[in-house]
């Protein structure tokens, strides 16, 4: 079946970087838009970032300038270049392949930043 594994989680100062990198199978990689979004204790899932086929790229205002999301077709792999971390920037961040039949999630990893 299909599968989105994510790698890259852990835990960070304020102020430091982390990537993450999130690899999928089964799927046309290529065709989906990928994305990350993020969920704190307490709050909603919302949207970190996103890029199209075309390697169009959307971004959430609070992390603009900051992170960075990028794509490698020929690797099957979606990145999430994180600098500046904040302390509010702590979640579990998911990755979410999606198309206009469906949408599919990995199973998160945790990103921790300490003041």
């Known amino acids: 079946q299909v599968q989105l594994v994510e790698y890259g989680g852990g835990l960070v100062q304020a102020g430091g970087s982390l990537r993450l990198s999130c690899t999928a199978s089964?799927?046309?990689?290529?065709?989906?838009?990928m994305a990350w979004y993020r969920q704190a204790p307490g709050k909603q899932r919302e949207l970190v970032a996103a890029?199209?086929?075309?390697?169009?790229?959307n971004y959430a205002d609070s992390v603009k300038g900051r992170f960075t999301i990028s794509r490698d077709n020929a690797k099957n792999t979606v990145y999430l270049q994180m600098n500046s971390l904040k302390v509010e920037d702590t979640a579990v961040y998911y990755c979410?392949?999606?198309?206009?039949?469906?949408?599919?999630w990995g199973q998160g990893t945790q990103v921790t930043v300490s003041s």
């Open positions: 089964k799927i046309l990689f290529s065709v989906y838009t």
């Open positions: 890029i199209t086929s075309t390697s169009s790229t």
């Open positions: 979410n392949a999606a198309q206009r039949w469906g949408d599919y």
